[in-house]
């Protein structure tokens, strides 16, 4: 067993690919400041979904954490709060350039 803060801190946990793609899509088309925790959350909650969707299909993941999804859940969500942030000042400035 590897040591649990590495395998939440790496991909299964904060670098997701699936919490940043969702998060950044959520982002970019957010216009209030609210809306990024509901990004965020969503970055989380559809993540997991779509990782357990994913190996009960049979596709095997490059990362296999050996940490329960409550676990990488405020990690992910913490993700998704940043990335969705960052999105949104970008969405807004490309907004407002038009």
Do not use: C, H
């Given at each position: 067993?590897?040591?649990?803060?590495?395998?939440?801190?790496?991909?299964?946990?904060?670098?997701?690919?699936?919490?940043?793609?969702?998060?950044?899509?959520?982002?970019y088309y957010?216009?209030?400041?609210?809306?990024?925790?509901?990004?965020?959350?969503?970055?989380?909650?559809?993540?997991?979904?779509?990782?357990?969707?994913?190996?009960?299909?049979?596709?095997?993941?490059?990362?296999?954490?050996?940490?329960?999804?409550?676990?990488?859940?405020?990690?992910?969500?913490?993700?998704?709060?940043?990335?969705?942030?960052?999105?949104?000042?970008?969405?807004?400035?490309?907004?407002?350039?038009?």
């Amino acid at each position: 067993m590897t040591d649990d803060i590495s395998v939440i801190l790496l991909w299964p946990g904060l670098l997701n690919p699936f919490a940043i793609l969702i998060a950044a899509y959520m982002g970019y088309y957010s216009n209030q400041r609210a809306k990024i925790f509901i990004a965020g959350f969503a970055a989380a909650a559809l993540s997991l979904f779509i990782e357990g969707i994913i190996r009960l299909i049979g596709i095997p993941m490059p990362w296999n954490p050996e940490v329960g999804p409550l676990a990488l859940f405020p990690f992910r969500f913490a993700t998704g709060l940043i990335v969705s942030a960052i999105a949104m000042k970008i969405g807004t400035s490309r907004r407002r350039a038009k």
